[in-house]
């Protein structure tokens, strides 16, 4: 393609799309837009921490060629008055990646948004939000350090799709009329109406997107986010797809939370991601109370709106937010600000954001080698206090420097001890996969108090069952008792005998046949006294149906089995203690 201004540099090779995986030469061509405002001081710094960067990492053997791409003021100047050159999008198109500055959105009639523009025009569906803590960032949060999330936000559907009817309108009367004549709709008069569109196909190529994250970074797990409990056919349905679709793609990459529980006893798998799903009011609440109990998050536009800026905002990191518009054959990086016009050529402004956006770019083409060391050098700048304008209004003793010295004092960090910045990601990295081994040993030990934690409403008998406790045969009922006693049981299970199956001793079996009887505790074996056969149900037995179990034959408590070995027992206390926490309504 000839273009008339955009020069695809002569030295360098194109990124291709393959098979749907990004195919990423040596020394790729990656498009940049330096943009408007501070655009051009963020742009200019932040590209040579990226080459720095990537020349530590990779000692030359890779580089990027920076192709410039026009949009906004520049390109105005460039195309005779044009801010949204169609050259521009075939050159990012042909060029796949490219990183951008903040855009200047003209005041007036008729001009779009530049950025709502490119994102329609390139079909970038999924807006992804990586948020983080770096050390020394000021954050109002007490432990920053746990958050660690990347947002993925529908872009294309829900109330944003501009679906709407002013009140007052023929348009709206017209719609109001049909809703409630013809569909039996009850509403105010004259209301506004706004409607919701969220579709399977735009709801699974998100999820797909998050997953497809997920298993390349090795994230933990990928959370659905959704107000199905309230909008059934709309966030309700996302839902459906986003687990349809993780059985249908991933089925060999993916477990649910019901399954980590009833099936791995609370054991991530190493080479598995779990896709679980939380109601939306309830991840705003958890992910400032318990944040470590989440990874990647999939959602709708609207949710994912305001998401992604709370989240940013726990690690002080507003300002500072990377972004992404990804399509299936695209992706744009951008710098979440605005152009702060008045800040404009002074080079006083925070980079971060571009810088960023920069480190998810270089993930992204799996250069995660460059990433890790701008990821390490960063906060340690921070914390060194040498910070721009805005970071240094909410610290003590900080030295303020420009963009640009900023910059430099990042490649300072980079290009000096390599050990040291390892060690330093090294370091990270280990913390976080303590902190996973501490939530595993939690679910492991206590399933129950687990789930309560991440905010998971149980709904299964695996889901509130307590870990198994047995003993052979032929232990004495004495042995057992203080066994009972030391753990803090009421039953016990006793393993198989010829012949036979597994067995349960229950203190009520002591009373009667032994104390009743005037047998000797100390003479006397569990497997005299046990009952059998066991009264079970299967882990994903639903809470009703257990219920049904306990009063249809008179115990209190059954046996959870899977695959013929008990795993697991629930009682009456269990039952009774979930639906006083979370209540209980009429089944779906
Ligand atoms: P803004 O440009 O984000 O600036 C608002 C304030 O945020 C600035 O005055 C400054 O605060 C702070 N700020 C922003 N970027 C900063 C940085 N890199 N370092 C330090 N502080 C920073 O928002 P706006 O004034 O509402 O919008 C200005 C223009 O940007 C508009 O034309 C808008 O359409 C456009 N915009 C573009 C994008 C985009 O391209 N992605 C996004 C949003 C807005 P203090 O004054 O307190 O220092």
Redesign the pocket.
Known sequence: MTYQHVKIPEVGEKITIVDGRINVPDQPIVGFVE????GPD?TAASMRVWDAAVEKAYGGKRKIHWCELYLGEKAASIYDGEYFPPETLEAIKEIVVAI??????P?GEGFR???VSLRQNLDLYACVRPVRYYQGVPSPMRDPGQVDVVVFRENTEDVYAGIEYESGTPENKKLAKFLKEEMGAKFFDDAGIGVKPISPFGSKRLVRKAIEFAIDQKRESVTLVHKGNIMKYTEGAFRKWGYELAKEEFADKIITEEELYNEYGGKQPDDKIVIKDRIADIIFQLLQLRPSEFDVLATMNLNGDYLSDAVAAEVGGI??APGANIGDHVAVF??????????ANQN???????LLSGVMMLEYMGWNEAADLINAAYPKVISDRFV???FARQMTGAHTVSTSTFADALIAKITGDADDLGRFERERRGALDAERKEREARRVENPLQAMRESGHQPSTAGGIMSPTRSVSPGTSVEDAMHKMRESDVSYLLVEPVENEGWGIMTKRDVITKIVGANKSTHKSTVDEIASRPLITVPTDASLRSVSLMLSENNIRRVVVESRDTPVGVVSDTDLFDIVEEFGWGTEE
Do not use: R
Request: glycine share 14%; aromatic share 6%; charged share 15%.
């Open positions: 943009g408007d405002g501070i963020i951008k500055g903040p855009l200047t959105t005041v948004s530049l950025n300002g500072i951008e710098a979440t600000h605005g152009t702060a016009p008045k800040y006083k402004v925070n980079p971060s954001s571009l721009t304008y805005d």
